[in-house]
Antibody
Framework: QLQLQESGSGLVKPSQTLSLTCAVS??????????WSWIRQPPGKGLEWIGY???????YYNPSLKRRVTISVDRSKNQFSLKLSSVTAADTALYYC????????????WGQGTLVTVSS | QSALTQPPSASGSPGQSVTISCTGT?????????VSWYQHHPGKAPKLMIS???KRPSGVPDRFSGSKSGNTASLTVSGLQAEDEADYYC??????????FGGGTKLTVL
């Protein structure tokens, strides 16, 4: 059974960079046919897709966040990471990592999420 | 404001049926048959319930069904059970490698 687990700093100061990692177990992050996404949910609001890294290493980002987002992969550790720069209070959210299945464009496995608060 | 519009709440008694709507535009729900639904019990990982508008993944009870008409997709839960009480989110592919989600619907089993 595939499992994803987010980790990282839960408190980030405004203007700094948010950094999160998603550890994948029970399967290889290099498997073809899948991409690895970050999705977030601000308090009281809906979900927002942030971006993903394809199994080939190509990255795609939400146009609204593209300027500030970097997603990378560490195949040796079977994990992928999110960096979001120049954060503001609006970036406070529950951050999820998820696997996207390419043939039907669904997110078939998710982590439990990690809360990141932006505050001085 | 979320890209897809869902009612904030829905409810039904055990055994009844409930339908949750998800309204988008021709650029997402109406333009693609890549609508999916997720069940989320707070504190747990969201779970895929419906893919490609109406397909149920293995292990999802057949009480859950999906449909779409125009720019609106729907999730119907028949024969409501206590464990169905959760938040439900719809999602749609929106082209150009982008996905949009709904604001979520809190389903209460009375």
């Amino acid at each position: 059974q595939l499992q994803l687990q987010e980790s990282g700093s839960g408190l980030v100061k405004p203007s700094q960079t948010l950094s999160l990692t998603c550890a994948v177990s029970g399967g290889s992050i290099s498997s073809g046919g899948y991409s690895w996404s970050w999705i977030r949910q601000p308090p009281g609001k809906g979900l927002e897709w942030i971006g993903y890294i394809y199994h080939s290493g190509s990255t795609y980002y939400n146009p609204s966040l593209k300027r500030r987002v970097t997603i990378s992969v560490d195949r040796s550790k079977n994990q992928f990471s999110l960096k979001l720069s120049s954060v503001t209070a609006a970036d406070t959210a529950l951050y999820y990592c998820a696997r996207e299945r390419d043939y039907d464009l669904v997110f078939d496995y998710w982590g439990q999420g990690t809360l990141v608060t932006v505050s001085s | 404001q979320s890209a897809l519009t869902q009612p904030p709440s829905a409810s039904g008694s055990p055994g009844q049926s409930v339908t949750i709507s998800c309204t988008g535009t021709i650029s997402d729900v109406g333009g693609y048959n890549f609508v999916s639904w997720y069940q989320h019990h707070p504190g747990k990982a969201p779970k895929l319930m419906i893919s490609e508008v109406s397909k149920r993944p293995s292990g999802v009870p057949d009480r859950f069904s999906g449909s779409k008409s125009g720019n609106t997709a729907s999730l119907t839960v028949s024969g409501l059970q206590a464990e169905d009480e959760a938040d439900y989110y719809c999602s749609s592919y929106a082209g150009s490698t982008n996905w949009v989600f709904g604001g979520g619907t809190k389903l209460t089993v009375l």
